[in-house]
């Protein structure tokens, strides 16, 4: 069973940067996506970012691009999100999440089937 543990959020002020993490274990496949997704308190989860393995894909939501970045360490089972110029509206509870390998990443989160328990940032004007 695939458990996903992040870590990394905190409290910045706006313009300031942060790298999220998130800890794979039980994984046995190759293939596989991995999503970052955000919940603000009132809002519907949102789609952040996500990444393919094999082809290296990557999808990101039209609110981050040019500012968040996803990264996979095979070899320490991480995924990252590099966060820069962060503002007041990317404050939420950013969650990763495991799902199906896809030829083309989504940031969808119904494909995606397990979650972590979610790690919470904060950005100030």
């Known amino acids: 069973q695939v458990q996903l543990t992040e870590s990394g959020g905190d409290s910045v002020q706006a313009g300031g940067s942060l790298r999220l993490s998130c800890a794979a274990s039980?994984?046995?496949?190759?293939?596989?996506?991995m999503g970052w997704f955000r919940q603000a308190p009132g809002n519907e989860r949102e789609g952040v970012a996500s990444?393919?393995?094999?082809?290296?894909?990557?999808n990101y939501a039209d609110s981050v691009k040019g500012r968040f970045t996803i990264s996979q360490d095979n070899a320490k089972y991480t995924t990252y999100l590099q966060m820069n110029s962060l503002k007041p509206e990317d404050t939420a509870m950013y969650y990763c999440?495991?799902?199906?390998?896809?030829?083309?990443?989504?940031?969808?989160?119904?494909?995606?089937?397990?979650w972590g328990q979610g790690t919470q940032v904060t950005v100030s004007s």
């Open positions: 990444f393919c393995s094999l082809s290296g894909h990557t």
């Open positions: 039980g994984l046995t496949s190759r293939r596989y996506c």
């Open positions: 999440a495991h799902g199906p390998w896809r030829s083309s990443a989504s940031i969808y989160p119904d494909y995606f089937s397990i």
